[in-house]
């Protein structure tokens, strides 16, 4: 996987039935540098230089990283949520194709949607949506130490509950913050991968680029 993660396994469908994207439901699109989505009223600086991923190799980096954490079974839960949940953005700090720095992390980040349907009763904020999320690493088995308490953040007056975690792939530890806020009756997850305090800095920084309508 040329040692770049893209892996929003958190959107393993919270209840199956009586959701899926609405007809007027936007991926988003990237113009010079930022990214637009008209559905969300969000946009997103995206720094000089990075890398955006196509929906096609999205789709293949998290069936890559589904299959290598937790096999088949959860491979297939990822599949399930497809008609529920969306990959709007994936951007790597490095060249997906060339790069290949075993000593250096290519840092990235994942923009993931998911529609919470009728569990948008329960699911009223990112600490409950995180929360669920949760439970559905331990039912997948999958292998993720969360590191310290739920914490929270200001993104343009839209708050995001985050936790770090520590995800051990082929023997190889990564290190991801996951962060949610609710918006439009879906829930948007924010997944940071670095290897570094400056790298995580920095995908900071990208986040709080982003602006809501």
Avoid at 56 to 67: D, Y
Wanted: one cysteine or more.
């Amino acid at each position: 996987m040329k040692h770049i993660l893209f892996i929003a396994i958190c959107t393993l469908s919270l209840i199956s039935c009586g959701r899926e994207i609405p007809t007027d439901f936007d991926y988003g699109k990237v113009e010079k540098n930022t990214y637009t989505n008209d559905f969300f009223g969000l946009t997103m600086k995206i720094p000089e230089g990075w890398h955006v991923q196509n929906q096609e190799t999205q789709k293949i980096l998290q069936n890559e990283g589904a299959n290598a954490v937790g096999g088949e079974k959860l491979a297939k839960a990822i599949k399930a949520t497809e008609i529920t949940s969306a990959n709007l953005l994936m951007a790597s700090q490095f060249d997906l194709e060339t790069y290949n720095n075993p000593e250096v992390m290519n840092s990235n980040f994942s923009l993931v949607a998911e529609n919470l349907g009728i569990s948008a009763v329960t699911i009223n904020d990112g600490n409950a949506y995180l929360e669920a999320s949760k439970k559905q690493f331990k039912n997948n088995n999958i292998p993720i130490e969360i590191k310290g308490d739920t914490k929270t953040m200001d993104v343009d007056g839209k708050t995001f509950h985050y936790f770090d975690g520590i995800l051990t792939m082929q023997g190889q530890k990564i290190k991801q913050r996951y962060m949610a806020t609710i918006n439009n009756g879906f829930s948007l997850l924010y997944v940071a991968t670095y290897g570094s305090e400056d790298q995580l800095e920095k995908l900071m920084e990208i986040l709080n680029t982003a602006k809501f309508k």
